[in-house]
């Protein structure tokens, strides 16, 4: 099966952000009031095939902690969902990354 | 006896010349570079992971560098109390394998920083540092995006415990100040070892200020000590 899957990643409670803090800053400059908090973070998204949903979210956990977070920062969620089988690469041309099953 | 140098090379580096042009020209030690995909390079008595940016810094700083083969060796050789001295980017990869504790964000400006800093020498007892005077201030150049040093506090506080920390951004007369940090570093930390002694990180560019003619010498010192350590017979070679 085919899945797709998105890690979201935040910066660990009690960390500053600076480029959270500067986007409030800026909200506020353009006179959006009552944004207490603004943090920043990176979603990944990541299309696999596994023999199930949870054997597709334990492989995207595991990268999550080797590589995609760093702990002494970050945490990150993982949300895995079945996606649409990859269509077939057309002859002659190179699969992009639309065809070759990513978005 | 000479010592010899490995310098690691990652695509991206780009700090890897300026580095070998002072071990060498200026300083007369034997270096060589060591590429990143290089599983089994030659024995040297320290290896140095310049600065730069590793992969394009995609994802984080360092995070892919740190999973190239060259950093099993890099382990091994720290592992068996050999020198390993991360500057700048190498610093972010030494943190991203585990062998210095902490991680880098963005500088707290959000600018990237490229200028003179002062950091004061904390402990003139190591490998590092044994070529300076406790309490001396080096001028010596940053030049990087994300050299905003974190650790969490407890860990902060056993790194002050252990005298981990070797050097911090101050003034020029030594006073460790907010004004005097250009990057929001927790503790104005500006380089760590880990707790062994022997794997050093650096936030500013020695190697960019060797040479009178660049504006500062100071950068010298670090090299020599290490020079110094490794001329006393305490090398471990890879």
Same mark, same amino acid.
Do not use: H, K, M, W
């Given at each position: 099966m085919r899945y797709k899957a998105e890690v979201r990643v935040t910066l660990k409670h009690g960390v500053l952000d600076p480029q959270g803090a500067t986007v409030r800053s800026a909200l506020a400059a353009l006179g959006? &009031?009552?944004? &207490?908090e603004v943090r920043v973070g990176k979603l990944i998204e990541l299309w696999l095939e596994a023999p199930s949903e949870e054997a597709a979210r334990e492989r995207v956990r595991e990268v999550g902690e080797r590589l995609l977070a760093n702990p002494v920062l970050e945490t990150f969620t993982v949300q895995v969902a079945p996606a649409p089988a990859a269509r077939a690469p057309v002859p002659g041309r190179p699969a992009g990354p639309g065809e070759a099953g990513g978005p | 006896m000479k010592a010899r140098f490995g310098i690691v090379v990652f695509p991206? /580096?780009?700090?890897e010349m300026d580095t070998y042009h002072v071990l /060498? *020209? %200026?300083? +007369?030690q034997d270096a060589a570079y060591v590429w990143h995909q290089d599983r089994a390079p030659d024995p040297y008595d320290c290896l140095i992971l310049p600065g730069g940016f590793s992969?394009?810094?995609?994802?984080? /700083? +360092?995070a892919i560098a *740190?999973? =190239? $083969?060259v950093m099993e060796r890099v382990a091994e050789h720290a592992a068996r109390g050999g020198l390993v001295l991360g500057i700048c980017n190498g610093f972010q990869i030494l943190c991203e394998a585990g062998l210095l504790p902490g991680a880098f964000q963005r500088n707290r400006s959000l600018r990237f920083v490229c200028g003179w800093t002062h950091v004061r020498v &904390?402990? =003139?007892? /190591?490998p590092f540092t044994a070529a300076c005077a406790p309490g001396q201030v080096l001028r010596i150049p940053v030049s990087h995006g994300e050299g905003n040093y974190y650790v969490d506090p407890e860990t902060l506080a056993r790194l002050e415990a252990r005298g981990q920390v070797l050097f911090r951004y101050a003034t020029p007369d030594g006073e460790i100040t907010p004004e005097s940090n $250009?990057? +929001?570093?927790v503790a104005n930390i500006a380089g760590i070892t880990n707790e062994q002694g022997n794997v050093l990180g650096i936030m500013p560019h020695p190697e960019r200020a060797a &040479? =009178? %003619?660049?504006?500062?010498?100071?950068?010298r010192l670090v090299f020599l000590s290490v020079i110094r350590y490794l001329s006393e017979g305490r090398a471990v070679r890879v």
């Open positions: 959006y &009031e009552g944004f &207490e | 991206g /580096t780009n700090c /060498t *020209r %200026v300083l +007369g992969y394009g810094d995609y994802l984080r /700083t +360092g *740190r999973f =190239a $083969p &904390e402990r =003139a007892d /190591t $250009p990057n +929001g570093s &040479e =009178a %003619v660049l504006g500062s010498e100071d950068g």
